[in-house]
């Protein structure tokens, strides 16, 4: 039973989701079986799939939909066509003209320079999807260090805090324990005068007695 991950979508995470979707698209299959693909490569539920494609990933490839599914339109039309029309409408350039109609062409009636076309057009496909994997590679290795240096100017910024807090706290103690010596400083002084203000007091008198002043 595959695991049920809980945690956060990752830029991989998010890289699967879109070329097995894109695949499925240009094969002609739904996005019910890719989200389900998905789910059972990276542990998660085809729903939580379908979810972050439609919330999230599917807008940073809209230009990658339209092409996957004028591929599969192509794909589709070529596959209604007998094999000879097959080669022949992927092999021939546009304008060309055979001298006859290409879905009267037949496995027999093929040319060496048809067949020879046919196959540098497939390798022209699997170069152009070849640069623009590499191309979604180095965006996401951009990605990748664009967040590594987030991530380290978070780090600082957090000890900075930290540091700001723990001072901050330090300086609020030493203020209490000064309003307290303050304090205590203040009350000692108002007995003093109190207990100076108390005392007897003598004089004396003309006589040479000493006397209490009150």
Known sequence: MTAIRQDAWTADDDLILAEVTLRHIREGSTQLAAFEEVGEKIGRTSAACGFRWNSFVRKKYEAAIQLAKAQR?????????????QVASIALTD??????????????SLSLDM???????????????ARYVKQIEKELQDKEEQMSRLQAENNVLSKQVNEVQSDYRTVNDDY???????????RLAILSEEEEENKTRFRMDANGNLERIE
């Open 176 to 186: 209490k324990a000064l309003i307290q010596i303050m304090d205590r400083a203040r």
């Open 95 to 108: 304008g060309e003209d055979l001298g006859v109609k290409v879905d009267a062409i037949t496995e027999d």
């Open 73 to 85: 339109q192509k794909r589709n039309f070529i596959k209604k066509q007998p094999l000879g029309a």
């Open 115 to 129: 067949v020879i076309r046919f196959l540098r057009q497939w390798r022209n496909s699997y170069q152009d999807l």
